[in-house]
């Protein structure tokens, strides 16, 4: 989306994102596929020539040329039709801070990942093991779930199916047929079978069509604490929330080369990277099924660096309200803020700080 466009379609569409203080405004959010400076592109229009601050986060690989060339014209345009606000991109690794830096665009890397809750994904402990593998992944054909097609036991678990495309779903059902596909498991074990047999025929019409069910976090906790790794399969994504998931829930992971950040806490005690090739990828959960590292040791680890990396952004984070002349409010606008989901959609007036409901402090 263009700097241009952000005027007309910010009027139309919800922002995603957290306002931090409100005068002046500092915002924090995701950037989207099609909007690469959302949300800034979404307020500034609102602001117009108010000093105003947003860190955006990346969700996907900026290594990858095109995508990052797209992100810096975007910033060269915006940066002329807003010259008071100020735009800082979080990325996930250093290779794309550096790319960045080297095209005029303030970056900082902070690996996004920092921002899951570990609170919400957590070991279970007792919890017996059904499954050798679990994958949390789009059904979409960059996630490459033919890849696991040689894991005896798996698990998937998926979000957005009605997007997905239908070829690529049965692509991966016939290559996995013996997959548990946990979100339309769930979703034919609650529906209930009334005895009336025309009521009986509408429900089984609506489970032809709608086959699974959007899944809670506490059912996904349920699922990777049922299973013996977590996989990542991609070539290229951004840096992939599941995997950190898996980590806090004491998974340890069979990972493909990748680029885009996923790999930014793993560490070969608990992370294996195997060849982009099915048996590779057994043999990856095979291994460390056999290894047997005891998950709560997983999480502990992973936590240590969590909590470094959190406390390298909230020095970022600080100098950007220092510029700003709103240091003061800093330790209100950080409180809470590793703690459930980091941004929400809202109004895009409320996210400026245009509105009470949006003031920060």
Request: aromatic share 8%; glycine share 6%.
């Amino acid at each position: 989306m263009t700097v241009a466009e952000g005027g007309a379609a910010g009027r139309m569409l919800p922002v995603m994102g957290r306002l931090l203080h409100r005068d002046p405004p500092i915002v924090f959010g995701p950037n989207l596929g099609h909007d690469q400076l959302a949300p800034a592109s979404r307020i500034a229009p609102l602001l117009g020539d108010r000093p105003a601050w947003t860190l955006i986060v990346v969700h996907w690989s900026l290594e990858v040329a095109a995508h990052r060339r797209a992100l810096v014209a975007d910033w060269q345009a915006f940066a002329r039709a807003y010259p008071r606000h100020k735009l800082l991109v979080l990325c996930n690794t250093e290779a794309e801070r550096a790319l960045l830096a080297a095209e005029g665009v303030r970056s900082a890397h902070c690996n996004h990942n920092m921002l899951v809750d570990e609170r919400v994904f957590d070991v279970m402990p007792g919890r017996a093991v059904e499954f050798d593998a679990v994958y949390n992944a789009r059904l979409e054909p960059y996630k490459r779930h033919h890849l696991a097609r040689d894991v005896a036991r798996l698990a998937l678990i998926y979000s957005e199916f009605e997007r997905s495309a239908p070829d690529y779903v049965a692509a991966v059902r016939a290559a996995l047929p013996q997959a548990v596909f946990v979100n339309e498991a769930i979703a034919h074990s609650t529906y209930a079978r009334p005895a009336h047999a025309r009521a009986a025929a509408l429900i089984n019409r609506v489970l032809a069509t709608r086959r699974y069910t959007t899944l809670t976090q506490q059912t996904v906790v349920d699922a990777y604490n049922s299973a013996a790794t977590g996989l990542c399969l991609s070539e290229v994504e951004g840096a992939m929330y599941a995997s950190m998931e898996y980590l806090l829930a004491g998974l340890p992971v069979v990972t493909t080369p990748s680029i885009g950040g996923r790999d930014h806490f793993f560490h070969p005690d608990y992370a294996l990277s195997v060849a982009p090739d099915p048996a590779a990828v057994r043999d990856g959960v095979a291994a460390m099924i056999r290894r047997a590292i005891p998950r709560a040791q997983i999480r502990a680890a992973v936590l240590d660096r969590v909590r470094a990396e959190r406390l390298r952004f909230l020095d970022v984070l600080h100098g950007i309200f220092v510029e700003a002349g709103a240091e003061g409010g800093f330790e209100a606008a950080v409180a809470g803020l590793f703690v459930g989901r980091p941004w929400t959609w809202q109004d895009r007036r409320d996210l400026a700080g245009l509105t009470p409901e949006g003031a920060a402090r």
